[in-house]
């Protein structure tokens, strides 16, 4: 058994960023769990063709690890995986680092104030737990009927088969998220026919991405106030989209763009009138491409919108009775977000799971702690993401929350903290409020930032900024102090 002050869950963006921190507050007494065998959460998994971030890499970096020489705007995967795994040897923490150690069960044992952590490798102990897991780390895949008895190829984008040659083939694609619209015009030069099967259609917006010139990669080299400087700007360029979220009738102007950027690409009518959106933009995550619209345009793509009815061995039957012979089926299907696998293995304080307390619509304080639930920091946990920016400053804010913690501990004497269940109440309550009205909840779409319930507890409904000023600080007025253990 080892026990170790800070047990960390995870090494994507939030887990390197933990260690980061943790090394720099000299907390040396850590561990990073990583079920894989490598380090770099979504950047790791997710290798599909044309797989790139969204958001410019100037801003998707850790503020205190800066990177001079991203080659373009919007880094490419391969690349961000090489930065997360440069800021572990930058940081030192491939000491702390355990590999392949799958978590089976987190329980919070009450007599010990301590949290247990079965993992693949045996029992941890720690008396703080911090889930770095990513919302987005397990692929959802959809139970379509049938969809056992398909006899040919089958992957969702998260976990592409390299090995498996697209050359020639016919291919369909269900879905048309962040991650479809990066693939696909990729995939679609390669194979025989594409069939995209599209429940609902994305707004989408040119990306215009371009390559950073090595000239200006040594400018930010030499002088690292340059790039602060463009960083800041991307910033609050990226700041100014959340008021359209809170304020629909602002980003109507993008969504007139959206629609010359169809009629740009599309010249068939019919095609066009079936990739324009009925909802409101914003509603869905706003995606950006410069090539998706065009290669829907190919004569080798057909865009399906009659639902999926059942899967064949070597088909696709739709709603409208039309049977689509496929070689390989791509799911671009998404992730569980609100149904997070990690919640049903996290035990409290009365033995309850985290998926028990949350019931289907997840619930913290700062969407980082949990009353029930002491000594657990959640990164990325409920009304933590965003629409419109980084996800990586909401993790640097919930990283300075957390170290707040650790010092109100040690100052006070303290075996653990958790937050008072009426001040997370509050909180919630305040989410809703402050969702309602915004384009996620009025726009007229579904999607994966409502839960079951219909509520928004996956997006902060506000600016990074203020997210980041409620956060950062520690208030020890909002949570129960749980005493040391008499010995
Ligand atoms: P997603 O946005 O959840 O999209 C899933 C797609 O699958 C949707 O189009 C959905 O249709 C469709 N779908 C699900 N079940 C279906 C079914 N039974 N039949 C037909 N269609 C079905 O997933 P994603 O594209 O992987 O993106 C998830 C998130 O990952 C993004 O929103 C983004 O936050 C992140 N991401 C980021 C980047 C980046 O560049 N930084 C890249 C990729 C992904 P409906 O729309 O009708 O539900």
Same mark, same amino acid.
């Given at each position: 058994m080892h026990h170790h002050r800070v047990i960390v869950v995870g090494s994507g963006f939030g887990g390197i960023c933990t260690g980061a921190r943790l090394r720099e507050a000299a907390i040396d007494d850590f561990v990073l769990l990583e079920r $894989?065998? =490598? /380090?770099?959460?979504v950047w790791r998994d997710n @290798?599909?063709?044309?797989?790139?971030?969204?958001?410019q890499s100037h801003l998707y970096s850790l503020s205190f690890a800066p990177k001079? %020489?991203? #080659? +373009? $705007?919007? =880094?490419?995967q391969a690349e961000i995986r090489r930065y997360l795994e440069g800021c572990v040897d930058r940081f030192g923490l491939q000491p702390h680092l355990r590999l392949g150690?799958? /978590?089976?069960e987190a329980r919070w044992d009450d007599e010990a104030k301590r949290w247990e952590v079965e993992t693949s490798h045996g029992l941890f102990t720690g008396d703080v737990l911090v889930a $770095? /897991? !990513? =919302? &987005? #780390?397990d692929p959802a895949i959809p139970q379509l009927p049938g969809l056992e008895r398909f006899a040919g190829k089958a992957m969702h984008s998260a976990r592409w %088969?390299?090995?498996?040659? &697209? +050359?020639?083939k016919r291919v369909a694609v269900i879905g048309t998220g962040a991650s479809a619209n990066q693939f696909l015009p990729v995939i679609q030069r390669e194979v025989q026919r594409l069939l995209l099967f599209q429940r609902t259609p994305a707004w989408v917006l040119p990306r215009h991405d371009r390559t950073i010139a090595p000239a200006l990669q040594r400018i930010y080299r030499a002088f690292p106030p340059a790039q602060r400087l463009v960083r800041g700007l991307v910033y609050l360029t990226r700041e100014a989209l959340a008021v359209g979220f809170l304020q629909?009738?602002?980003l109507r102007r993008a969504q007139r763009l959206a629609t010359r950027n169809i009629a740009r690409s599309i010249g068939d009518p019919a095609l066009r009138e079936k990739l324009t959106p009925r909802y409101r933009m914003g509603c869905k995550r706003i995606l950006l491409s410069d090539d998706y619209y065009p290669a829907l345009a190919q004569p080798n793509v057909e865009v399906v919108t %009659? $639902?999926?009815r059942e899967i064949h061995a070597h088909s696709i039957v739709d709603a409208a009775g039309t049977e689509h012979e496929v070689d390989c089926i791509v799911f !671009?299907?998404?992730?569980?977000? @609100?149904?997070?696998?990690f919640a049903r293995q996290v035990r409290g304080r009365e033995g309850r799971t985290l998926a028990a307390a949350w019931a289907g619509s997840p619930k913290a304080y700062l969407g980082t702690t949990v009353a029930g639930f002491p000594n657990l920091f959640l990164l990325? !946990?409920?009304?933590?993401?965003? !629409?419109?920016? #980084? /996800?990586v400053t909401m993790i640097e804010s919930q990283v300075d929350h957390l170290l707040g913690a650790l010092r109100h501990l040690d100052t006070q004497n303290l075996a653990a903290v958790e937050p008072r269940a009426e001040v997370q109440a509050d909180f919630v309550r305040e989410m809703d409020r402050r969702s309602e009205g915004t384009v996620w909840t009025s726009g007229g779409c579904e999607s994966w930032y409502l839960d079951r319930t219909g509520r928004? #507890? @996956?997006?902060?409904?506000?600016?990074t900024f203020s997210f980041k000023r409620r956060v950062e600080r520690f208030d020890p007025a909002d949570y129960r102090g749980i005493p040391e253990r008499r010995r």
């Open positions: $894989a065998d =490598a /380090v770099g959460g @290798t599909y063709p044309g797989c790139a971030c969204d958001v001079p %020489d991203w #080659s +373009r $705007a919007y =880094a490419p150690h799958e /978590v089976h $770095a /897991v !990513g =919302a &987005l #780390s %088969d390299h090995g498996y040659d &697209l +050359r020639g629909p009738w602002i %009659d $639902a999926i !671009g299907t998404g992730f569980h977000v @609100t149904d997070l696998p990325l !946990g409920p009304n933590t993401g965003t !629409g419109h920016t #980084s /996800v928004n #507890s @996956t997006l902060w409904p506000g600016f």
